[in-house]
Structure formats: C-alpha cells, structure tokens
C-alpha cells in the first residue's frame, strides 16, 4: 500500500490514545528514518504494533517526496478523527423475530427504548398500529417527565377517517403528556383510503429509527422485521422537518388528535 493507504488504515485500526502517541513522534522526526519504527513501537508497547510501524514507516520512506513528519503526524490525526467521525453517524441495522448468523444486529425493541432514553429536547414517533410495548410507553412517560416535547403521529380506525379496521385507544396513557396526530381528511384513491404506514422513531433530530415494526408486541419481538438506525443529524433533521411541515395548522395535512 502506498503512504495515504497506509495512513488510512492506520487511522482506521488505532486507538486514539495510540494515534496521538504516534503523532508525538512523528512531530518530532524530520525525515523518514530506520530508528522511527523503534520510536513507535516504543511509544505504545504492543506486539500487534510492530507490523504496523514497520508498514508505516516504509511507506513513508517510499513517499515521492516524503512528507516531513509533523505533516504525517497531522494526516494520521485528521485519518483517525475522521473515522471517529464516520463511525458516529454510522448507520444500524435491527431486527424483530428470527435473527441469523450473517451480520451482528440488534433488537427493534431494544433499540426504540435506547432512542426514546437519549431523546433530551424531543421525540416524534410515527407508527400505523399501536398497542401494548408496554415498556416503550414508560419510556414515554419519562421522557416526558424530563421534560421532552412528544408528538405521536398514529393511525386511526376507519371511522375516524383512519384504515385501521378496528377502532383502538392507543397510548391512552400519554394524553396528558403528548401531541397526539392524525391524518383526517384524505381522498380515496382507486377505491382505497391511503394509509399512514411510516413507522419512525426520532430523538432531538439527530438520531432516528426507521423501519418495517409497528408500535406492537408482536412486531418489535416475534414478527419478521428489519429497520436502521440513522445518526446522520442532517438525513435526520430533514426526516424531522417533514412531518413538522406536515403539521402546520395552514397547510399540513396531520392534525392534532382528540
């Protein structure tokens, strides 16, 4: 690999505290020479470190020109921040029922209560049925108790102008704590209402929960679901601000729920 290959690697594999111990020495040496592979490996005890020094440093040797070494140490820090950065808006892949050996994943319920606790400032869930998750509705609740904006956008029976076929009470509970919506008022189309079939989960609209469970017992632990959890504050933000926009008494199609 060439010297950027390396140092991408590099700012993939280290630690941070190794990577800034690297950069100490790297700051230091002028040029690329025999004795840095020692220095490295020196600063960081570690036998899984030594092929890694020695890759680095024959890379930079390599270089045409090599670069000075606080310029190498700097490209090490700004790899390993960024990948620092990569990582913490990584997407998530959960799922419900069966689960398989393929890739790690997590539990769609698990992960709503973990979303529903870092919410700070506020929670917009979005879900066609919901009953039950009793777990998730204390969750609620405390977020609510600290003070957390809560607005439910959920479906409602066929009388109500809704598609569900039976006429529920969901999260009876939360009526003195959450906004609740509801979609009223909306044409047939090919001799069918639409429904409103999202189902969503975002906290302070920076991290979100997207996926195929409904807010039920069944769907977050025995149904066959899968979902991703997004950290991207920008994918986010705007996943929010559309259904805010939703929600504008002008124009907005969602109303609030009595």
């Known amino acids: 690999m060439d010297l950027p290959d390396v140092i991408a690697t590099l700012g993939r594999e280290l630690p941070d505290t190794h990577v800034r111990s ?9 040029a690329p020479h025999p004795a840095v592979r020692g220095l490295l490996t020196g600063a960081r005890p570690g036998a899984w470190l030594a092929a890694r020094a020695a890759r680095l440093v024959a890379a930079w040797s390599a270089a045409e020109p090599p670069p000075p070494g606080p310029a190498l140490a700097l490209a090490l820090e700004t790899a390993s921040r960024m990948h620092a950065e990569t990582q ?7 799922v419900s029922g069966p689960r398989s050996d393929a890739i790690p994943v997590r539990l769609t319920g698990s992960v709503i209560v973990q979303v529903i606790r870092a919410s700070r400032a506020s929670l917009l869930v979005v879900s066609f049925a919901a009953f039950g998750v009793a777990e998730v509705v204390r969750e609620l609740v405390a977020a609510a108790g600290r003070g957390v904006r809560i607005d ?16 529920t009470s969901p999260f009876q509970v939360l009526r003195p704590f959450a906004t609740f919506w509801a979609w009223p008022d909306r044409p047939a189309v ?19 929960l997207l996926g195929s469970a409904n807010l039920t017992d069944r769907a977050l ?6 979902g991703v959890v997004l950290r991207d504050p920008e994918a986010v933000g705007r996943l929010a601000r559309h259904f805010r926009a939703l929600m504008r008494p002008d124009t907005g199609p969602l109303r609030p729920a009595g």
């Open 22 to 30: 690297w950069a100490r020495v790297l700051g230091d040496c002028p």
């Open 88 to 94: 913490r808006h990584r997407a998530d892949i959960v």
């Open 152 to 167: 439910l956008v959920l479906e409602g029976a066929v009388e109500d102008g809704g598609t569900l076929r039976a006429k």
């Open 190 to 208: 090919g001799g069918s209402i639409p429904a409103l079939h999202a189902k969503v989960v975002v906290a302070d609209e920076s991290v979100a």
């Open 221 to 226: 632990a025995h149904n066959l679901e899968v």
